[in-house]
């Protein structure tokens, strides 16, 4: 078996990963791409990989989007409103992410890793209640908190789900059923605004974008499956990926910051 095949299945294996991380709740694609692109499938310029795993997971959240469209669990009002501010931000964001210190930019991300685990470890409001309608103040949120993760999923070449969905369900008060599925346009919306910043570099790897989608949409499809037929252990599916995402973030650090 040749080097580029072997290459090849490792990537669709952590696409695999990243696309059902997506599908069943909603976030933590490119919490895992960047790091799983730097240390598992060989890009090691820090800016490669981020605009690499942008691409990627803007595509993937597209892909998953659709089955959580079908079931009924986007807001489309309160989807657009979020991401067109948030596009904005990361605009801005990713191109100062482009202009930091790769290596610096890591720890940084692994930093970020660390405050996502300790939100997902909080717990989440039970799933009752309908869609909220959307008033002056609901849409002054969304775009405020559209615009700062939309710079801070820019900055760190990140979609921003595990960031998205609890902004969403601040500025809305949207139950986490509805957020989760609500979120993927902004996800999908923020790394393919990243994904072109960084293009136009030249720091996307399309080979490796690509075979990063096609593992993505088969562990999608199954991560939106798994997370309907197992929505009352969503919980304790968050408290075990909190975990890996400290167990990811101590060996960024590591790594980082021995650069």
Same mark, same amino acid.
Request: proline share 3%.
């Given at each position: 078996?040749?080097l580029?095949?072997?290459?090849?299945?490792?990537?669709?294996?952590?696409?695999?990963?990243? %696309?059902?991380?997506?599908?069943?709740?909603?976030?933590?694609?490119?919490?895992?791409?960047?790091?799983?692109?730097? *240390? &598992?499938?060989? =890009?090691?310029?820090?800016h490669l !990989?981020?605009?690499?795993s942008?691409?990627?997971?803007?595509?993937?959240? @597209?892909?998953?989007?659709?089955?959580?469209?079908?079931?009924g669990s986007v &807001?489309?009002?309160?989807?657009?409103?979020?991401?067109?501010?948030?596009?904005?931000?990361?605009?801005?964001?990713?191109?100062?992410g /482009?202009?930091?210190d790769?290596? /610096?930019?890591? $720890?940084?991300?692994?930093?970020?890793?660390?405050?996502?685990? $300790?939100l997902?470890?909080?717990?989440r409001p039970?799933?009752?209640?309908?869609?909220?309608? =959307?008033?002056?103040?609901?849409?002054? /949120?969304?775009?405020l908190?559209?615009?700062?993760?939309?710079?801070?999923?820019?900055?760190?070449?990140?979609?921003?789900?595990?960031?998205?969905?609890?902004? @969403?369900?601040?500025?809305?008060?949207?139950p986490? =059923?509805?957020?989760?599925?609500?979120?993927?346009?902004? &996800? #999908? #919306?923020?790394?393919?605004?990243? !994904?072109?910043?960084?293009?136009?570099?030249?720091?996307?790897?399309?080979?490796?974008a690509a &075979?990063?989608?096609v593992?993505?949409?088969a562990?999608?499809?199954?991560?939106?499956?798994?997370?309907?037929?197992?929505?009352? !252990? +969503? %919980?304790a599916?968050? +408290?075990?990926?909190a975990? =890996?995402?400290?167990?990811?973030?101590? *060996?960024v650090? *590591? +790594?980082?910051?021995?650069?």
């Amino acid at each position: 078996m040749t080097l580029s095949l072997v290459q090849d299945l490792i990537g669709l294996l952590c696409g695999g990963l990243v %696309g059902f991380s997506l599908g069943l709740v909603g976030g933590g694609g490119s919490i895992l791409a960047v790091p799983l692109m730097v *240390y &598992v499938v060989g =890009l090691k310029d820090p800016h490669l !990989a981020i605009g690499t795993s942008a691409a990627a997971v803007g595509v993937n959240a @597209l892909v998953n989007l659709i089955p959580h469209a079908r079931r009924g669990s986007v &807001v489309w009002s309160s989807a657009l409103i979020f991401a067109a501010a948030g596009v904005v931000g990361a605009a801005i964001g990713s191109t100062l992410g /482009k202009a930091f210190d790769g290596g /610096k930019l890591l $720890v940084l991300f692994a930093g970020l890793m660390v405050v996502v685990g $300790v939100l997902m470890l909080r717990p989440r409001p039970n799933e009752s209640g309908g869609r909220p309608g =959307l008033d002056a103040q609901r849409i002054g /949120k969304l775009v405020l908190s559209g615009a700062a993760t939309g710079a801070l999923s820019g900055f760190f070449g990140i979609g921003g789900g595990f960031l998205i969905v609890p902004a @969403l369900m601040a500025s809305t008060g949207m139950p986490i =059923l509805y957020c989760v599925g609500t979120s993927l346009v902004s &996800v #999908a #919306a923020f790394g393919l605004t990243t !994904a072109v910043n960084y293009a136009r570099s030249g720091l996307v790897d399309w080979a490796a974008a690509a &075979v990063f989608v096609v593992g993505g949409m088969a562990g999608g499809f199954g991560g939106v499956a798994l997370a309907h037929r197992l929505a009352g !252990a +969503r %919980g304790a599916l968050n +408290r075990v990926f909190a975990g =890996l995402i400290f167990v990811v973030a101590a *060996y960024v650090l *590591y +790594r980082g910051l021995r650069l």
